[in-house]
Structures are given as C-alpha cells and as structure tokens.
Nanobody, 123 residues
Framework: EVQLVESGGGLVQAGGSLRLSCAAS????????IGWFRQAPGKEREGVSL????????YYADSVKGRFTISSDNAKNTVYLQMKTLKPEDTGVYYC????????????????WGQGTQVTVSS
C-alpha cells in the first residue's frame, strides 16, 4: 500500500522558513516521481515542486523559484521541501504526491496523495 505522510507545516511570519517532509512507503521510491502541491482557500491545487530520484530532474513553479528547494533522501524514502523567504501567498495546505509514470505540475499527473500539512504565513 502506497503511503505518503507529510510533516513540518506550521505558522511562520513572512520572510521566515519551513522545511516540509514527505515520508513514503509501499513503492520503489527511486523509480517514482514525487511532487509537492499546495491548495489555498478558494483556489485550485497547484504544483509547487517535483523531483525524480532516478535521474535527479526537478521542477519548480515560477512563483517559488529561488526560494524553495526540493531534495530526496533515498535511504530514508523521504522527500523534503525547504521553503525560504516565505510570503503570505505561500499559505495553503501542502500535499505530497507520487506516481510511477506521471511528471507534471497538474494534480492529474499524480495518482497517490498524502493528507496534507497546513502552512500559514502571516504578514
């Protein structure tokens, strides 16, 4: 059974940092794409950052380039999202997603999802 468990969310002031973790189990971690998505109240879920451990490719949404860094620890089956210089518009529920064949910033590109972790950035 595929399981994705997010952690690390919280309340932070604008300009601050947070590191999200996604602990994965139930699949061959190095062969799947892992992504971070977020959903703000009243908005559609959007892709923030992706990583594929097989070849190291990554993707970042324009809105987070230069501020967020995605990384993976294959020994721990965990993907991290380091978020710096946070802005109020980064507020939302952050979801970890995984897929054996998908690769793209749309939610439809990923078939397996975690429960999400709330990130709130105050101004």
């Amino acid at each position: 059974e595929v399981q994705l468990v997010e952690s690390g969310g919280g309340l932070v002031q604008a300009g601050g940092s947070l590191r999200l973790s996604c602990a994965a189990s139930g699949f061959s971690f190095g062969d799947w794409a892992i992504g971070w998505f977020r959903q703000a109240p009243g908005k559609e879920r959007e892709g923030v950052s992706l990583i594929h451990s097989s070849d190291g490719r990554t993707y970042y949404a324009d809105s987070v380039k230069g501020r967020f860094t995605i990384s993976s620890d294959n020994a721990k089956n965990t993907v991290y999202l380091q978020m710096k210089t946070l802005k109020p518009e980064d507020t939302g529920v952050y979801y970890c997603a995984a897929d054996p064949t998908g690769w793209g910033p749309l939610p439809i590109d990923f078939g397996f999802w975690g429960q999400g972790t709330q990130v709130t950035v105050s101004s």
